[in-house]
């Protein structure tokens, strides 16, 4: 099974960009309650399916998905409003299962990831998941859900294959 980093979409500029880091990662999952967030010039704005706001948000689109391919998302609503334009959307911010599956392989520059190679015999069943101990928020997500997203018309994020170690292709072990 292939696996792929979901990441916000960079090519797209004028995007809405907010910020959540202002609450601790223990503050923001305490509680259940909508946030809400004030927005300006939303008319102008594109609205990503994924960003990356100190902390993973999706939209709702993105999170029903996911909802149904992984249990055990955390998620809380975001309200992002433009009092002027009398206008709203609903967000989320999720959190998601992690997995200690960095592969030996992994290369790192100056204490750093350069690339990534996921240990596949450690993610197990998951479809989405984090990688632990990575300092960035970015998403796993298998085949599956990443052909599920595209076929939704769920196209604005960027998705980039992540190298394996610890199992074979299929197909090369039929071969014998």
Known sequence: MDYFLIRQDKRVKNYVDFRIDFFTKKELWTEEEPLSLPCKDTAEKIYLPFLDCGVCVVS????????????????????????????????????????????????????????????????????????????????????????????????????????QEGSEPTWEKNMW
């Open 60 to 163: 709702k689109e993105m999170k029903k998905i996911f909802d149904i391919y992984q249990k055990g998302i955390v998620s809380r609503p975001i309200i992002l409003t433009d009092l002027e334009a009398k206008w709203s959307e609903i967000f989320y911010c999720i959190k998601v299962k992690e997995i200690d599956c960095l592969g030996n392989s992994t290369i790192y520059k100056k204490k750093e990831i350069q690339k990534i190679y996921l240990d596949v015999t450690k993610v197990g069943y998951n479809k989405i998941f984090q990688i632990k101990d990575i300092t960035y928020r970015h998403i796993v997500a298998d085949l599956e859900v990443v052909e599920r997203l595209l076929r939704e018309n769920i196209t604005a994020f960027d998705a980039v294959v992540l190298e």
